[in-house]
């Protein structure tokens, strides 16, 4: 016999645990999978399928994807990255949507890297968060993701223009090297020139510099470029590969205008090919295609053209990736990185749970053993509670990290804590001979007050930490928050009921308890 | 039925002497532990820096992990062979203007040993103004905790208990971080998560015991503080240690078997537990009836409540 009250409450708790089930059952399903079948399920993108049928399957399992309790970085194993746009050489307007750009920039690179549900958000004013689950090539990642890929297209200055340069330099040095006058004119050709003394002359615009002294040519433009009194409308650069100068390893020296004629935006396409450089077959390189626009600057009507150089397989790959998908706006740099291998990430799931496991069962053992039938129904609220956790944290899309883990590890202990102050306070109440009845009732009101008491304490500590804990550690303060609001109901609603329903069937006398 | 603690008749608060030496003992050990490892020993979270664990298979010497760090540019780090064979963790501090210091440690381990496969295991990497950042979120977010359970226990209770109890709370929190001191382990991010909680759950008990006593107060009205109290920490005694009892098994169980990364963490809430439990049974309540009896000591002549 129950009340009305009670009917509803039973009804209500059994459309709960329904409920439960039913969000837990793509997890469920999700994680009795093979291991392989999962990584298929994990990496699932139906926007990459090729016909009708893959797209329907790949959909059903991006949907089970979602629905399942995700595991985190820490778990699953992956890298989380927080990058700063180094905003110091914007403009304000340029600032103000630098880091917007470079999330979109770098959104598209990453998807190009083929990550599934890699995560980038804004954090701040000019930081953003990157996390890329599973397994990856972290370096590759890095690189992918940092480069600014500045790509420009400067036209090499005439023979004269960079002879102009040259002397110059040759004066500014001069002068500098001979104390702040200029040399007489018979002396040595090294200090009236000691730039152009360490050129060998080219028969192009180009000089050749021998490969012993392209440092020197490097830190002479270095301190050059560094001395305000010149502005420098013309920059150089070197060549990619070793020409061969009479026996001996030297490079090509360019001087190109300083501003460029066009930039990487207007690249259209790029692929990584191995057939670009006649002189060295199978060397990686990368051809592109220019936009409409960009070939009309280019003078040319093909609008394509190619990058070579010494790079390798992977180094192209990732070459054409970032020229297909931008330049960053600005430098970005990496200020926070936190990198779990699978390994790792695979021990800690396995231990985490081993721990959980066996701190449960010694729970359940030591409530059963000292609290006999009672123990029984303090066990059956606990098994709700944490159903409801898991429920709520697949229903809110939240993750399992490690320390969520050990927040619900730490919710089984403290779970049981509410129903210890009931139980003991009932036990009071028949050491003080009041009817069984009656001590149930005034054990579980009494005893009210109290739990609320002492888990809006752990609440409040709790929330602190979700407001400054990062990653993980937020994970742990989310599973321990929502483990003692559940706590609540159900070791105090849930058993209520239990005994309730129990007691009130028949004339009792006796509880064990 | 089964139990144990039940009828226990201890005059706790006469010799109350013996929690404040015992406490007094245990902050002094703190103290000293801190004084001697120059304050808490944080971690990469809040120094910034780089901690790297990396596979290397077949195994090398630590020494050639050293040489491979000092060649990428990191002169000075700190190796540590792990228990797993291969297994090194690499330690180095905040670098200004390196962007990518794993990166090009694993890298030039990987140049200085073209036969072996080396793994990265873990990268915990923070650059010094994160780490400064997360420092400050953490002292703030500690403190904003203490203070939002002070305001909650002194609504509940007289402010007289919220005392003791945020005394009792200190103490809890401070000896445990004089334990991750004293047992050389690093002040990282999940360690601080850990003192949060104790302050969480140490209050837990406390409050248990202080409703006891205030309910015992009510209907012994003519008793004296003293006897009002002892009776109420001998009546929750049993509760006391069981509730706690049940949040030592898993917590011992994630110390136990849950593995290196919270390791720390399991320890931190570990020693919290124990002396979380102990403070709410003995310092908490003697705290309170002391400053109660200073308080009726000062004011000669009213009666107390």
Same mark, same amino acid.
């Given at each position: 016999?129950?009340?009305?009250?009670?009917?509803?409450?039973?009804? /209500?708790?059994?459309?709960?645990?329904?409920?439960?089930?039913?969000?837990?059952?793509?997890?469920?399903?999700?994680?009795?999978?093979?291991?392989?079948?999962?990584?298929?399920?994990?990496?699932?993108? *139906?926007?990459?399928?090729?016909?009708?049928?893959?797209?329907?399957?790949?959909?059903?399992?991006?949907?089970?994807?979602?629905?399942?309790?995700?595991?985190?970085?820490?778990?699953?194993? !992956?890298?989380?990255?927080?990058?700063?746009?180094?905003?110091?050489?914007?403009?304000?307007?340029?600032?103000?949507?630098?880091?917007?750009?470079?999330?979109?920039?770098?959104?598209?690179?990453?998807?190009?890297?083929?990550?599934?549900? *890699?995560?980038?958000?804004?954090?701040?004013?000019?930081?953003?968060?990157?996390?890329? *689950?599973? +397994?990856?090539?972290?370096?590759?990642?890095?690189?992918? @993701?940092?480069?600014?890929?500045?790509?420009?297209?400067?036209?090499?200055?005439?023979?004269?223009?960079?002879?102009?340069?040259?002397?110059?330099?040759?004066?500014?040095?001069?002068?500098?090297?001979?104390?702040?006058?200029? *040399?007489?004119?018979?002396?040595?050709?090294?200090? +009236?020139?000691?730039?152009?003394?360490?050129?060998?002359?080219?028969?192009?615009?180009?000089?050749?510099?021998?490969?012993?002294?392209?440092?020197?040519?490097?830190?002479?433009?270095?301190?050059?470029?560094?001395?305000?009194?010149?502005?420098?409308?013309?920059?150089?650069?070197?060549?990619?590969?070793?020409?061969?100068?009479?026996?001996?390893?030297?490079?090509?020296?360019?001087?190109?205008?300083?501003?460029?004629?066009?930039?990487?935006?207007?690249? &259209?396409?790029?692929?990584?090919?191995?057939?670009?450089?006649?002189?060295?077959? !199978?060397?990686?390189?990368?051809?592109?295609?220019?936009?409409?626009?960009?070939?009309?600057?280019?003078?040319? @009507?093909?609008?394509?053209?190619?990058?070579? !150089?010494?790079?390798?397989?992977?180094?192209?790959?990732?070459?054409? @990736?970032?020229?297909?998908?931008?330049? +960053?706006?600005?430098?970005?740099?990496?200020?926070?990185?936190?990198?779990?291998?699978?390994?790792?990430?695979?021990?800690?799931?396995?231990?985490?749970?081993?721990?959980?496991?066996?701190?449960?069962? /010694?729970?359940?053992?030591?409530?059963?053993?000292?609290?006999?039938?009672?123990?029984?129904?303090?066990?059956?609220?606990? @098994?709700?509670?944490?159903?409801?956790? +898991?429920?709520?944290?697949?229903?809110?899309? &939240?993750?399992?990290?490690?320390?969520?883990?050990?927040?619900?590890?730490?919710?089984?202990?403290?779970?049981?804590?509410?129903?210890?102050?009931?139980?003991?306070?009932?036990?009071?109440?028949?050491?003080?001979?009041?009817?069984?009845?009656?001590?149930?009732?005034?054990?579980?009101?009494?005893?009210?007050?109290?739990?609320?008491?002492?888990?809006?304490?752990?609440?409040?500590?709790?929330?602190?930490?979700?407001?400054? !804990?990062?990653?993980?550690?937020?994970?742990? &303060?989310?599973?321990?928050?929502?483990?003692?609001?559940?706590?609540?109901?159900?070791?105090?609603?849930?058993?209520?009921?239990?005994?309730?329903?129990?007691?009130?069937?028949?004339?009792?006398?006796?509880?064990?308890? | 039925?089964?139990?144990?603690?039940?009828?226990?008749?201890?005059?706790?608060?006469?010799?109350?002497?013996?929690?404040?030496?015992?406490?007094?003992?245990?902050?002094? #050990?703190?103290?000293?532990?801190? #004084?001697?490892?120059?304050?808490?020993?944080?971690?990469?979270?809040?120094?910034?820096?780089?901690?790297?664990? #990396?596979?290397?298979? $077949?195994?090398?010497?630590?020494?050639?992990?050293?040489?491979?760090?000092?060649?990428?540019?990191?002169?000075?780090?700190?190796?540590?062979?792990? =228990?797993? $064979?291969?297994?090194?963790?690499?330690?180095?501090?905040?670098?200004?203007?390196?962007?990518?210091?794993?990166?090009?440690?694993?890298?030039?381990?990987?140049?200085?040993? $073209?036969?072996?496969?080396? =793994?990265? #295991?873990?990268?915990?990497?923070?650059?010094?103004?994160?780490?400064?950042?997360? %420092?400050?979120?953490?002292?703030?977010?500690?403190?904003?905790?203490?203070?939002?359970?002070?305001?909650?226990?002194?609504?509940?209770?007289?402010? %007289?208990?919220?005392?003791?109890?945020?005394?009792?709370?200190?103490?809890?929190?401070?000896?445990?971080?004089?334990?991750?001191?004293?047992?050389?382990?690093?002040?990282?991010?999940?360690?601080?998560?850990?003192?949060?909680?104790?302050?969480?759950?140490?209050?837990? =008990?406390?409050?248990?015991?202080? =409703?006891?006593?205030?309910?015992?107060?009510?209907?012994? %009205?003519?008793?004296?503080?003293?006897?009002?109290?002892?009776?109420?920490?001998?009546?929750?005694?049993?509760?006391?240690?069981?509730?706690?009892?049940?949040?030592?098994?898993?917590?011992?169980?994630?110390?136990?078997?849950?593995?290196?990364?919270?390791?720390?963490?399991?320890?931190?809430?570990?020693?919290?537990?124990?002396?979380?439990?102990?403070?709410?049974?003995?310092?908490?309540?003697?705290?309170?009836?002391?400053?109660?009896?200073?308080?009726? %000591?000062?004011?000669?002549?009213?009666?107390?409540?």
């Amino acid at each position: 016999m129950m009340t009305r009250s009670d009917q509803w409450k039973f009804y /209500l708790t059994v459309i709960a645990v329904l409920a439960c089930i039913f969000t837990l059952w793509p997890t469920f399903q999700f994680y009795s999978l093979t291991p392989a079948r999962r990584q298929e399920v994990l990496q699932a993108r *139906p926007s990459a399928a090729t016909n009708e049928a893959d797209r329907v399957r790949l959909e059903k399992d991006a949907k089970l994807r979602e629905k399942a309790i995700k595991l985190g970085l820490d778990l699953q194993g !992956g890298m989380y990255l927080l990058l700063e746009v180094d905003k110091s050489k914007l403009g304000p307007t340029e600032a103000k949507n630098a880091v917007d750009q470079a999330m979109q920039i770098i959104r598209n690179r990453v998807d190009q890297f083929g990550v599934a549900e *890699p995560s980038i958000q804004k954090q701040g004013d000019d930081r953003i968060l990157i996390q890329l *689950p599973g +397994l990856l090539d972290q370096e590759r990642a890095k690189g992918l @993701i940092g480069q600014t890929a500045l790509l420009e297209f400067k036209l090499v200055k005439t023979e004269e223009e960079s002879r102009a340069l040259y002397d110059r330099i040759d004066q500014y040095f001069a002068r500098k090297l001979h104390g702040g006058t200029a *040399p007489d004119s018979a002396a040595a050709d090294s200090v +009236l020139h000691p730039f152009t003394s360490r050129l060998l002359s080219g028969q192009r615009a180009e000089a050749v510099v021998l490969n012993e002294n392209v440092g020197a040519i490097d830190s002479m433009m270095a301190a050059f470029r560094a001395d305000s009194t010149f502005t420098l409308e013309s920059s150089i650069a070197w060549d990619a590969h070793d020409t061969d100068a009479q026996g001996r390893t030297a490079r090509a020296i360019y001087v190109l205008s300083k501003e460029p004629l066009m930039k990487g935006s207007e690249v &259209a396409s790029a692929q990584m090919r191995l057939d670009l450089d006649q002189a060295r077959p !199978g060397a990686p390189g990368v051809s592109f295609n220019l936009t409409s626009r960009g070939g009309a600057l280019f003078a040319d @009507i093909t609008g394509q053209g190619s990058i070579t !150089g010494s790079f390798t397989e992977e180094e192209a790959q990732n070459l054409a @990736i970032v020229l297909r998908s931008g330049a +960053l706006p600005a430098p970005v740099n990496i200020v926070e990185e936190r990198t779990v291998g699978p390994s790792l990430g695979q021990d800690s799931i396995a231990q985490g749970f081993r721990a959980g496991a066996i701190g449960a069962l /010694l729970v359940v053992i030591f409530m059963v053993g000292y609290y006999r039938v009672s123990g029984i129904v303090a066990v059956v609220a606990l @098994i709700l509670n944490i159903m409801g956790l +898991l429920a709520c944290m697949a229903g809110f899309h &939240a993750t399992l990290t490690l320390p969520g883990i050990a927040g619900i590890v730490l919710t089984i202990g403290m779970a049981v804590d509410a129903n210890v102050l009931v139980f003991e306070r009932i036990r009071e109440e028949l050491r003080n001979k009041k009817t069984v009845l009656s001590a149930i009732e005034t054990g579980y009101s009494r005893a009210y007050r109290t739990i609320v008491d002492a888990n809006v304490t752990t609440l409040l500590s709790a929330l602190a930490l979700m407001w400054f !804990g990062s990653g993980p550690v937020r994970g742990f &303060a989310i599973t321990l928050s929502i483990g003692l609001i559940i706590n609540m109901i159900t070791a105090v609603g849930v058993s209520k009921m239990i005994f309730d329903a129990w007691s009130l069937r028949r004339k009792v006398s006796s509880i064990s308890i | 039925m089964f139990q144990v603690l039940v009828g226990v008749n201890v005059d706790w608060m006469r010799r109350r002497h013996i929690a404040y030496t015992v406490s007094g003992a245990c902050v002094l #050990i703190a103290i000293i532990s801190l #004084i001697m490892h120059g304050g808490p020993r944080y971690g990469v979270d809040f120094t910034g820096g780089t901690l790297l664990e #990396i596979g290397v298979t $077949p195994a090398v010497s630590a020494d050639v992990v050293r040489k491979a760090a000092d060649d990428a540019g990191f002169a000075g780090a700190e190796i540590q062979k792990l =228990d797993r $064979p291969g297994q090194v963790l690499i330690r180095v501090g905040p670098r200004a203007g390196k962007s990518n210091p794993s990166g090009a440690i694993a890298a030039q381990v990987r140049a200085a040993n $073209p036969g072996a496969t080396v =793994d990265v #295991i873990r990268v915990e990497s923070v650059g010094p103004r994160v780490g400064n950042e997360l %420092r400050g979120a953490a002292v703030k977010a500690v403190f904003l905790a203490l203070l939002f359970i002070l305001i909650y226990v002194a609504i509940r209770y007289d402010w %007289r208990y919220s005392m003791g109890a945020v005394v009792a709370l200190f103490h809890d929190v401070f000896i445990a971080l004089g334990a991750v001191s004293l047992t050389n382990r690093e002040v990282t991010l999940t360690v601080v998560a850990a003192l949060l909680t104790i302050a969480g759950f140490s209050i837990n =008990d406390t409050i248990v015991v202080f =409703d006891r006593i205030r309910e015992r107060g009510k209907a012994l %009205r003519r008793e004296k503080a003293e006897t009002v109290m002892n009776i109420a920490v001998n009546e929750t005694l049993s509760r006391t240690i069981i509730t706690s009892f049940t949040v030592f098994l898993t917590v011992m169980a994630l110390y136990l078997f849950g593995g290196e990364v919270i390791h720390d963490f399991s320890f931190t809430m570990l020693v919290g537990v124990v002396f979380g439990t102990y403070s709410s049974v003995y310092v908490a309540s003697a705290l309170a009836l002391d400053t109660q009896l200073y308080l009726e %000591r000062s004011k000669p002549g009213r009666p107390k409540k």
